[in-house]
């Protein structure tokens, strides 16, 4: 009987996971071309993919090496991109924290963006999951979402050394930045944040690579936070 | 790229151990304990503190164009913020953006 459960609730996470293979598939793909197109060869894209497995900084770590910039704000930069996954793993600790110790580090190494909404919402909405019902479902619906960052990778990386220049293809990192921060700007909050960081890098551009994108993202941040709590107070 | 292999890997194996870590920090570290709200609020604006600072200069300097502002690549970024917000879609923004910048190229020759 719950081997059954298990693999009903695995199959219920894979369901939960399958729509975003049409996010996963073009993205890791544009990731396999924009790094081959930059330099790396094939081991070491494919290494960002299975040691980093997330998107926005590894593009974002690709750029700044293509810049020469120093590997500290190489790492501090691209770290940054990934400080929200601080909150997902503040959320969803209440759900899965008593399991092993291996187990939640397999979980702390699968969990991105998709994985983290799919699942968050699943345990809200069904609170009488059991600790290891939610394991089976959080690793269903990693399963299509990470094999294909895996595998698309790859396959961005071989057809992209192919890919002649009259295709601009410099310019996808820039329109990756854009789309992946756009549909964020929701309230005037991230508006005033994302605009800080546009003007701030902009000024201090003059500034040893990856510096003034640093004290941008430092004054971006704050302005965010400020802008939010002056609104929560006018309510 | 002209930095050699052994700086590559060391960047791509720091950068892995550091994101497992901001990862793991809760769920293997730090368990329930509540981090002060001021740091949660600032941790919800870094992807839009980080993004367009790095974007923004790629706009309007593109390296492929020795730095010059082109009417292509501006037209294409302004595309592809204006369907990201409209639609609140990845990937319909970033063809919005490719699909912009190839007609722009052609029109412009």
């Known amino acids: ?235 | 790229m002209t930095q050699s292999p052994a700086f590559i890997w060391t960047i791509i194996v720091l950068l892995g151990i550091g994101t497992f870590l901001i990862r793991f920090s809760f769920l293997g570290l730090i368990g329930d304990r509540e981090l002060p709200g001021w740091v949660l609020k600032m941790l919800r604006y870094t992807p839009v503190a980080v993004l367009p600072g790095m974007a923004a200069p790629m706009v309007l300097w593109p390296a492929a164009t020795d730095g010059q502002p082109d009417p292509a690549r501006l037209a294409a970024a302004s595309a592809t913020i204006i369907v990201g917000i409209w639609t609140k879609n990845v990937l319909a923004s970033i063809g919005a953006g490719l699909v912009t910048l190839y007609a722009m190229m052609y029109l412009l020759g």
């Open chain 1, 1 to 235: 009987m719950p081997t059954t459960t298990m693999k009903s609730e695995f199959i219920r996470g894979m369901k939960g996971g399958a729509p975003f293979i049409l996010v996963i598939v073009p993205f890791s793909m544009l990731f396999g071309v924009v790094a081959t197109e930059a330099g790396l060869n094939l081991t070491q894209t494919m290494g960002f993919s299975f040691l980093v497995i997330a998107g926005a900084s590894q593009f974002a770590a690709v750029q700044l090496m293509t810049d020469n910039a120093p590997a500290f704000f190489i790492l501090a930069t691209s770290l940054a991109v990934n400080l929200r996954m601080a909150m997902y793993s503040a959320s969803i600790t209440p759900h899965l924290g008593d399991a092993p110790l291996w187990k939640r580090a397999i979980v702390a190494y699968f969990l991105v963006d998709q994985s983290y909404a799919v699942c968050a919402v699943e345990y809200e909405r069904r609170p009488d999951m059991t600790t290891a019902e939610r394991y089976a479902f959080y690793f269903g619906c990693i399963l299509p979402i990470c094999a294909l960052w895996y595998a698309m990778t790859f396959l961005g990386a071989v057809i992209g050394s192919s890919i002649p220049p009259e295709f601009a293809l410099d310019f996808a990192l820039p329109i990756t930045f854009i789309a992946l921060f756009a549909p964020m700007l929701k309230t005037f909050a991230h508006v005033a944040a994302a605009l800080t960081s546009i003007v701030v890098a902009l000024a201090l551009s003059w500034m040893p690579v990856g510096t003034g994108l640093l004290v941008a993202a430092g004054c971006a941040m704050a302005v965010g936070a400020l802008v939010e709590t002056r609104m929560e107070a006018r309510k």
